[in-house]
């Protein structure tokens, strides 16, 4: 296992579809984090999830966007009715938690709401 | 929102030359991590210092916690121009919970 594996690595799309970003955490890891990210600034927390529980969600984070962890495993974020403000860098990270809590982090997902 | 301001925003240095970066936070911290990110990637891991250490050192790297004044400073000696990248502070927050807050970051441009 080579790291933090994230899918698609660029999406563009119009405004008012829906959009899917997957990711893969290193595969003992325990708690995976959802991060955004623009240009000139520094990741914004969105969620986290500790194996398939997900234990809290950023307030800034409207009702259009949710995350998922099947089985404690990969995860999915999901942004419904994309706005050209969701336009940003999606990075996903993982950590195996206490005692080690240093993040692991993907390559990340590039979205364009055009 | 963003809990950390590193400071400066940018730097610019020469090769060779030491360059320092600090971070304030807002909240008391369980530790403190710094993330190196090269354009349009993502964040590696450096260094992490936790709220009962002062100091720690990591190859030509050291780090500094002052938890009374929330403030933390990456030092990186004797600079290289692969060094050039955007350097985070990442803090996690003594409430409970495991989520980390990154700051904005410096941008280091190291010339050669």
């Known amino acids: 296992d080579t790291g933090v594996s994230q899918n698609p690595r660029h999406k563009i799309t119009k405004r008012g579809q829906n959009v899917t970003f997957r990711c893969d955490p290193i595969?003992?890891?325990?708690?995976l984090y959802w991060y955004r990210q623009t240009l000139g600034q520094g990741p914004e927390f969105l969620t986290y999830?500790?194996?398939?529980?997900?234990?809290?969600k950023s307030r800034l984070l409207s009702d259009r966007f949710s995350a998922e962890r099947p089985k404690g495993s990969f995860s999915t974020l999901e942004i419904q009715r994309t706005e050209q403000g969701d336009s940003a860098m999606y990075l996903c990270?993982?950590?195996?938690?206490?005692?080690?809590?240093?993040?692991?982090f993907g390559s990340g997902t590039q979205l364009s709401v055009l | 929102s963003q809990q950390g301001e590193e400071d400066p925003q940018a730097l610019s240095i020469q090769e060779g030359e030491n360059a320092t970066m600090n971070c304030s936070y807002k909240t008391s911290i369980n530790n403190l991590q710094w993330y190196r990110q090269n354009s349009g990637r993502g964040l590696v891991h450096l260094i992490l210092?936790?709220?009962?250490?002062r100091e720690k050192h990591s190859g030509r790297l050291r780090v500094t916690l002052d938890t009374s004044k929330k403030s933390s400073s990456l030092l990186i000696t004797a600079s290289r121009a692969a060094d050039t990248a955007s350097y985070f502070c990442a803090t996690e927050p003594n409430s409970g919970t495991y989520k980390y807050i990154f700051g904005t970051g410096t941008r280091l441009k190291v010339l050669a």
């Open positions: 999830f500790q194996n398939e529980a997900q234990l809290e």
């Open positions: 210092i936790r709220s009962n250490e």
């Open positions: 990270a993982s950590t195996l938690g206490v005692g080690d809590e240093k993040l692991f």
């Open positions: 595969s003992e890891h325990n708690r």
